[in-house]
Nanobody, 118 residues
């Protein structure tokens, strides 16, 4: 059973930055795709950024240019840094390890809260 634990959420001001961590248990982390999502109050969960094996990344338009997703496979950890935070970045941030041919299940963490006040 894979477990994901997010950390790094905080209450910050507009213009600040935050660095979130997602640490996964389980094996073969380096070949897994990890995706960060967020859910704002009253809204649906949305994709923020993703990273595949080898390091290729993609970002939602809302964070492109402000967010950086990276991975440290030796630590089974993926990071998400967002700078120039805006109030609309507020939400619970979740990471997910996506299923593949070896294990078709998606796994989710419990989330970490980011609150951006103006």
């Amino acid at each position: 059973q894979v477990q994901l634990v997010e950390s790094g959420g905080d209450s910050v001001r507009t213009g600040d930055s935050v660095r979130l961590s997602c640490r996964a248990s389980g094996s073969m982390f380096s070949v897994k795709t990890i995706v960060w999502y967020r859910q704002a109050p009253g809204k649906q969960r949305e994709l923020v950024a993703g990273i595949i094996s080898g390091g290729s990344t993609n970002y939602a338009a809302s964070v492109k240019g402000r967010a950086t997703i990276s991975r440290d496979d030796a630590r089974n950890t993926v990071y998400l840094q967002i700078v120039s935070l805006k109030p609309e970045d507020t939400g619970i941030y979740y990471c997910s390890q996506k299923g593949d041919s070896r294990d078709p299940n998606d796994y989710w963490g419990q989330g970490t809260q980011v609150t951006v006040s103006s």
